[in-house]
């Protein structure tokens, strides 16, 4: 059984390119939930998702993000016209049933670093 | 506005010193409360899920406990290999209904 699938591992992106990062949640799961981290500083909700819809983006910043959960595929987070203060770590974590089981699996993360 | 506090930030234990990770939070309804472990260069992975003060749960030399307030993960007679961050996570009975993440402690186990 594969695990969270996250890729690529370590994206380099210069200022103003766009950012793509996947996710392929657990087999099975149907809800997808992008955080981000800084270091030494906790995991920052961003968007949660399940197939074809956006359920609760309150932690997306309003501008350059984007995230799609669609029927076929990972899901994507897209970061457009990147800046340096975007650099981080990125999660994603699935979960089968958001009402009976809240515990969430994650991903290694991708490394995204802005020059 | 709801929020998750661990302490302290960081902890450096010989082998086989016990000690106590804190977790206090603050939330309008606990849905429930969750404890994962992070590598460096990892996504954290589940230890842990409490839902009601006064439950406990055990894994190896892991002990995490829940109170109205707080939840505790107590290590028992720690090994090199549980060095690593722990990371208290509550999800609320909010509308929200979100995974609110603390900044996490990093333990250090010396050999």
């Known amino acids: 059984n594969a695990g969270v699938m996250q890729n690529p591992r370590h994206l380099v992106r210069r200022r103003g390119q766009e950012a793509r990062l996947r996710c392929s949640p657990m087999k099975g799961h149907s809800h997808v939930y992008w955080y981000r981290q800084l270091p030494e500083e906790g995991l920052k909700f961003m968007v949660y998702?399940?197939?074809?819809?956006?359920?609760?983006e309150s932690g997306m910043p309003k501008e350059r993000f984007s995230a799609e959960f669609p029927k076929e595929g990972p899901s994507i987070l897209r970061i457009q016209q990147v800046v340096r203060g975007d650099s981080a770590a990125y999660f994603c974590?699935?979960?089968?049933?958001?009402?009976?089981?809240?515990?969430?699996?994650f991903g290694s993360g991708t490394q995204l670093s802005v020059l | 506005e709801d929020q998750v506090t661990q302490s302290p930030e960081a902890l450096r234990l010989q082998e086989g010193e016990s000690s106590s990770l804190n977790c206090s939070y603050t939330v309008s309804g606990l849905r429930g409360l969750f404890w994962y472990r992070q590598d460096p260069g990892k996504g954290p992975e589940f230890l842990f899920t409490?839902?009601?003060a006064g439950e406990e749960k055990e894994k190896e030399r892991l002990k995490a406990t829940l109170t109205k307030k707080e939840s505790f993960l107590h290590i028992t007679a720690p090994k090199p290999e549980d060095s690593a961050t722990y990371l208290c996570?509550?999800?609320?009975?909010?509308?929200?209904?979100?995974?609110?993440f603390g900044k996490g402690t990093r333990l250090h186990i010396l050999p």
């Open positions: 996570a509550v999800r609320t009975l909010n509308r929200d209904d979100k995974i609110i």
């Open positions: 998702l399940q197939k074809e819809n956006i359920i609760d």
């Open positions: 409490l839902y009601s």
């Open positions: 974590a699935s979960s089968g049933n958001r009402a009976t089981n809240e515990k969430l699996f």
